[in-house]
C-alpha cells in the first residue's frame, strides 16, 4: 500500500486508496482534459471535488500540491521513480498520462512534437482567450461600459476557431485519423464557449463547419461523456 503522508492535500482530501492515482479537480475546460483522459486510458483513480467557489484551491493543503492554486492536480502513488509524484498544470498531466499508459501521443518523435505543439496551442491561445471571452461576456466582465475588451477577445477568439477549421478541414481529429491528447485538450473549451460561455452566435461560431463536425464526434466517444462529469460537483 502506497503511503501518501507525505503529501498534506491527504489530510483534508483523504485517500480511500492511496494505490490508485488521486485527481483534485471539477469539470471546468481545464478540469475536464485530465479526467477525460483517465477515463480513456483506463487508470485507475479516486477523484476529489474541489470547490473553487468556495477558495478551497487557496487552501494550505492544495496550495501545498499547487502553489499557483489551480485545478486540476494529481497524485500519483506510482510515479517514474516507482514512489508518489505530484503533478500539476493540465497540460502536463495530459503529456505525463499519455507517457505512462502509451495512449494518444505517437512515439513517432515528428508527430508526438506536432501534437504537443497542439496542445500547447490550447495552453497559450485558446485557454486564456475563450476565458477571457467568458469573463466579458458570461461574468462580472459584461458590466463593464467600455466594450473593447469584449470585442477584442471575441475577435481573437473567433480567429482561433478559424485556425481550428482551417487544421480540421483536412484532418478528422487534430492529428489525422487518430485521436490524440490534442483532441482532448481543446474539446472542452470550445464545448464550454459555445455551452457555457453562451457565445456561440457572438462568434460566429455556425461558420466554423469543420470544427462543429469534430466536437460532434469527440462529444461521442463514452470516455469524453464520462469524463465531463468528473468529479462530481459537492
Avoid at 187 to 192: H, Q, S
Avoid at 194 to 218: I, P, S, T
Avoid at 220 to 231: D, N, S, T, Y
Wanted: with cysteine.
Amino acid at each position: 500500500m502506497a503511503d501518501l503522508s507525505n503529501f498534506p492535500i491527504t489530510a483534508k482530501w483523504p485517500a480511500k486508496n492511496p494505490d490508485v492515482l488521486q485527481l483534485y479537480s471539477l469539470p471546468t475546460p481545464n478540469g475536464v482534459k485530465v479526467s477525460i483522459m483517465l477515463e480513456e486510458i483506463g487508470l485507475p483513480y479516486e477523484a476529489h471535488s474541489i470547490n473553487i467557489g468556495a477558495n478551497e484551491t487557496w487552501t494550505p493543503e492544495f496550495l501545498s500540491l499547487n502553489p499557483n492554486g489551480k485545478i486540476p492536480a494529481i497524485l500519483d502513488p506510482h510515479g517514474p521513480d516507482g514512489k508518489p509524484f505530484a503533478l500539476f498544470e493540465s497540460g502536463a498531466i495530459l503529456v505525463y498520462l499519455a507517457e505512462k499508459s502509451g495512449k494518444f501521443l505517437p512515439a513517432d518523435p515528428v508527430l508526438k512534437y506536432e501534437t504537443m505543439q497542439w496542445v500547447f496551442f490550447q495552453m497559450a491561445a485558446i485557454g486564456p482567450m475563450f476565458g477571457q471571452l467568458g469573463y466579458f461576456h458570461k461574468f462580472a466582465g459584461k458590466e463593464i461600459e467600455d466594450k473593447r475588451p469584449l470585442k477584442r477577445y471575441t475577435d481573437e477568439s473567433a480567429r482561433l476557431l478559424g485556425v481550428l477549421d482551417q487544421r480540421l478541414a483536412t484532418h478528422a481529429y487534430l492529428m489525422g485519423e487518430g485521436y490524440t491528447i490534442a483532441d482532448i485538450a481543446i474539446l472542452g473549451w470550445v464545448r464550454n464557449l459555445v455551452g457555457f460561455y453562451g457565445a456561440g452566435e457572438l462568434v460566429g461560431y455556425e461558420r466554423f463547419k469543420n470544427v462543429q463536425r469534430w466536437l460532434e464526434d469527440c462529444l461521442k466517444r463514452p470516455a469524453v461523456e464520462r469524463g465531463l462529469h468528473i468529479p462530481a460537483r459537492g
